[in-house]
């Protein structure tokens, strides 16, 4: 069935350099798309969201570009800091049918271990 | 701070005992969703509620699986009996109708 997945399951990065994670999604009907970062022990916490109508989102040094025609989904953090080691989950909502504004259902991507080395 | 509150945090428990896990969404939240996270499946969605009402749970064993809301403060996820292959990390997530769900710090489950 389709799915979200992921190229790379695994990233190390110099600190201060960017880092670049990326997803694929295969469901063209997805329309919501959502970078989750979580660290050890903790639940995933919500970094940046964007909705199909847009390609590009920018937060506070982190970047989400979406390309619709080859389903790609990434997230650039600039200037890593250690502080963002953990693993990052891209996660795609499929609204459901006759649901109404705010229903979703995510599907999430296996997740990146992003690796900081000081 | 809001925040979504889980317990146990951590739970051991022998095969065939019921396990019940807690929940408290943010208050204000009308959707709560209980995740399931193992190694090697990722998250996986087992059940939502909004407003209280079952929308989908689909994604849970209906056999030894039940989830509830016995009121918009409180969200249980019990399993009954208990297997090893059980053991993950569940968590639970709350939304408004903004949509960005924050999730709570995670249930450790381990079955023996």
Known sequence: ?118 | DARVTQTPRDKVTEMGQEVTMRCQPILGHNTVFWYRQTMMQGLELLAYFRNRAPLDDSGMPKDRFSAEMPDATLATLKIQPSEPRDSAVYFCASASNTGELFFGEGSRLTVL
């Open chain 1, 1 to 118: 069935g389709e799915s979200v997945g992921l190229h790379l399951p695994t990233l190390s990065v110099q600190e201060g350099d960017n880092s670049i994670i990326n997803c694929a999604y295969s469901n063209s009907a997805s329309d919501y798309f959502i970078w989750y970062k979580q660290e050890s022990g903790k639940g995933p916490q919500f970094i940046i969201d964007i909705r199909s109508n847009m390609d590009k989102r920018q937060g506070q040094r982190v970047t989400v570009l979406l390309n619709k025609t080859v389903k790609h989904l990434s997230l650039q953090i600039a200037a890593t800091q250690p502080g963002d080691s953990a693993v990052y989950f891209c996660a795609e909502n499929i609204r459901p049918p006759h649901s109404g504004a705010g229903s979703y259902q995510l599907t999430f991507g296996k997740g990146t271990k992003l690796s900081v080395i000081p």
